[in-house]
């Protein structure tokens, strides 16, 4: 039977799947372990058949490392991790300009950046996806159709060994990368954001005296802006803007080397980029949605290309669960792109505005822009305002209630060590992957009745036994209680002073579900692939 064909076949004749994921990166291999968190079952297809050997990624923050918690391997994280200090300015002659330190205790719980190598990240997620039930991954496959755009299942076609297969999913999470088939087929066009240069990268390991800090140094130099990192114990990654004449690689890396270095210098890998700002025009279409690369591109300069991917699958995964698990308001699921889009566009901005620092151009007016910067480093708390946390608070949504009185709507809840009846933990393990009230003080009648409605719980944070983090922190934003949503965004608050939230109407619509959670059958269905070889 062709695919045409097996098109007209009554859809409850074909394979169906809660979830297809396209692509098997650590941004689909997150979004299947957050949905088998939840009970919803995923096939994720790949085209090739193992994790790509050679390193890409290698730098994320503490906001990402608790995504990684949530999708069940936070500790494995930290055992291939390493903490760094920051970021680093450097001028031509690598003179420190400005110097963005990074603490190894961020708001999240985890180090405010750390450096990995993406193997052995993709080696964990993996390691975890095969110990889930509720994924299956599928490699060394092609897909080459998704569709149609309708509001019923979504058909998706794929080839392998075996000829031409098909599945009907109810939601694809198009994780396809920079030339993604699934943006192609929702008709997603890029926005440039104007920012393209051609880089070398290249990834060396060595046992010499390499001069460095534990952070990242940006070399401002428009002759030859670069970036250099200690990835590991002996592992570095150098990046150079590519220009006219042919230069060696030890000529490249050279001032950061002993004089005359004749020892060992392994190139694990060597290789060229087109760093350019990219943002697609629609992330979404009916139930077919697109994350990370397929979604938006970033220049690499504040090391957020991962971390936004990964932030796409937090936010979307807990909605789509909710929707599929508890039929939870269609509308739901609009919240993914007004909520993440923008929020990209603003990281993708920064990195274009910290590679215009870096690379602006050989002009005088360039040079001045580099003088003034220079200079502006230099005013007193202006480095530390600008090291903050690089992720901003979300903008006012459904799901996201500003106004008088909330300043801490549409920012993280802190994660800090609790103890409850004698056990230390992190918060999110306490709060698993509910909506939750946080109050500064016992919650009253009115309070607890909300909660009770929704069926989440409302905590007191006095009882949780933190070092004072939660209290402090509701202090400083002059807040009573907030509302959590699961992936810890403050949703609404009771501001100081006040009884209740004032706007329940505006959001419990969306979080009212017609039926309880659908518990996650543990033996799978006969048939997930119904084959069409030709």
């Given amino acids: 039977m062709t695919v045409d064909e097996a098109a007209r076949v009554p859809v409850d004749e074909a394979a169906r799947v ?34 790509y050997p050679l390193p890409r990624a290698v730098a994320t923050d503490d906001e990402v490392c608790r995504i990684l918690q949530a999708a069940g391997v936070g500790e494995e994280f930290a055992a291939i991790a390493r903490p760094a200090k920051g970021l680093r300015l450097l001028d031509a002659r690598h003179r420190v300009m400005a110097e963005f330190r990074r603490t190894e205790h961020g708001l999240h719980g985890y180090p405010q950046t750390s450096m990995f190598d993406q193997p052995e990240l993709e080696h964990v997620l993996r390691d975890a996806l095969a110990r889930r039930p509720e994924c299956e991954l599928r490699g060394g496959v092609e897909v080459t159709g998704v569709g149609p755009d309708t509001t019923g299942p979504v058909r998706v076609t794929y080839r392998d060994d075996g000829g031409e297969h098909e599945l009907w999913a109810d939601a694809v999470l198009g994780c396809d990368g920079a030339n993604s088939l699934t943006r192609e ?63 060696t690689i030890r000529e490249l890396v050279a001032p950061w080397l002993p004089p005359s270095y004749d020892g060992d210098f392994e190139v694990v890998r060597e290789t060229q980029y087109t760093f350019r700002a990219r943002v697609a025009d629609r992330w979404r279409s009916g139930r077919v949605f697109l994350l990370g690369d397929a979604a938006h591109l970033t220049p690499p300069f504040i090391g957020q290309g991962l971390c936004s991917g990964l932030r796409d699958a937090y936010n979307l995964t807990w909605k789509l669960a909710r929707v599929l698990q508890q039929g939870a308001d269609e509308g739901l699921l609009d919240t993914y792109e007004s909520e993440r889009r923008p929020h990209a566009r603003h990281v993708v901005r920064l990195a274009v505005a910290m590679g215009w620092a870096m690379t602006g151009g050989q002009d005088g007016a360039a040079a001045m822009r580099r003088r003034a910067l220079a200079a502006a480093f230099l005013i007193p708390g202006l480095t530390e305002l600008a090291g903050r946390d690089l992720s901003p608070p979300l903008t006012a949504g459904p799901l996201v209630r500003r ?78 209680a907030v509302l959590l949503r699961p992936d810890r965004v403050v949703m609404d608050v009771v501001p100081s002073g006040s009884h209740d939230f004032t706007s329940t109407a505006a959001w419990a619509s969306l979080l009212h579900t017609t039926r309880s959670p659908v518990p996650y059958e543990r033996t799978a269905p006969k048939s997930l692939v119904r084959s069409t070889t030709r």
Avoid: K
């Fill in 18 to 51: 809660p979830v297809v994921i396209v692509g098997a990166g650590p941004v689909g291999v997150t979004a299947a372990l957050l949905l088998a968190r939840r009970g919803v079952r995923s096939v994720v297809l790949e085209r090739h058949q193992d994790v």
């Fill in 185 to 247: 087929a929702i008709c997603g066009a890029w926005e440039d954001l104007r920012f393209e240069e051609h880089w070398t990268v290249i990834d060396a390991r060595t046992t010499a005296d390499v001069r460095c800090w534990e952070g990242v140094d940006q070399v401002c130099d428009p002759r030859r802006p670069a970036t250099f990192m200690r990835v590991s114990e002996n592992r570095y990654r150098w990046e150079f803007r590519i220009r006219d004449g042919q230069e």
């Fill in 403 to 480: 106004g008088v009185g909330r300043r801490l709507a549409g920012t993280h809840c802190p994660q800090p060590w609790v103890s409850v009846d004698g056990r230390r933990t992190r918060l999110d393990e306490l709060l698993g992957d509910s909506f939750t009230v946080l109050t500064a003080t016992e919650p009253g009648p009115s309070l607890t009745a909300l909660a009770h409605s929704l069926g989440i719980r409302a905590l007191c944070v006095t009882d949780l036994g933190d070092d004072g983090t939660l209290a402090a922190w509701l202090r400083c934003g002059r807040a009573d």
